[in-house]
């Protein structure tokens, strides 16, 4: 298939909602022809480089149009992809675009692995100040990943993972590498914050 190709610095996952403002000319002329055409377009993972992989969205609605031509948009995640070729500029257009192949994705797991999951899941959002009500059977691996503080690379790392169990037990790993990281910075916090007051001392009666 082919698509249009949106190079940015985030991984978008499937059904995620993601607002963009648009502002160069070729993605403004990109989104006309979206609107035109009512096709979708990649949104392309760029580390330092492009990274041969993205994500295709579809677009859900304009918020704002600017005079200038610039534009706010909601756009919904829907399924990865690898690039199988790169033109930029797509024949024709002022934007990019290639050929891509769609990457399949098994959501299967089981319930114990679920409830695991969402046990870190709730730990890591609450010491993140997101504190959440979880339901373990109604969350997937990519549901709160943007939220939890990977970075880039292991977004993109999760991204191509095949499997739900492999996105969990790697989510697992990271809040049980992370959580007693945040735990011991919050209790240094909690330190620093006692030696920098003034200590009330009652005089010792003798």
Excluded: W
């Excluded at 979206?34 to 993972?45: A, D, I, R």
């Excluded at 990281?181 to 909690?190: H, M, T």
């Amino acid at each position: 298939m082919y698509l249009p190709l949106f190079p940015l610095k985030l991984v978008a996952f499937p059904d995620e909602a993601l607002n963009l403002h648009i502002f160069e000319p070729r993605y403004q002329q990109m989104l006309a022809d979206v609107e035109t055409l009512g096709t979708t377009f990649g949104v392309c993972v760029f580390t330092d480089k492009l990274t041969g992989y993205g994500t295709e969205v579809s677009l859900e609605e304009v918020y704002h149009r600017y005079e200038d031509g610039r534009l706010d948009i909601k756009t919904r995640g829907k399924k990865f992809f690898q690039i199988k070729s790169f033109d930029n500029p797509a024949p024709g257009k002022l934007y990019a675009g290639g050929e891509v192949e769609f990457i399949p994705l098994d959501f299967s797991t089981h319930e114990q692995k679920q409830k695991e999951y969402a046990f870190y899941l709730k730990e890591m959002l609450f010491l993140l100040n997101h504190p959440v009500e979880i339901e373990p059977m109604l969350v997937n691996s990519f549901s709160f990943s943007h939220k939890v503080g990977l970075k880039l690379e292991e977004e993109l790392e999760l991204m191509l993972l095949p499997t739900e169990i492999e996105r969990l037990d790697y989510l697992i790993k990271y809040f049980k590498r992370m959580i007693p990281a945040f735990k011991a910075a919050e209790s240094a916090k909690e330190k620093i914050k006692l030696n920098g007051h003034f200590k009330h001392l009652d005089p010792l009666n003798f």
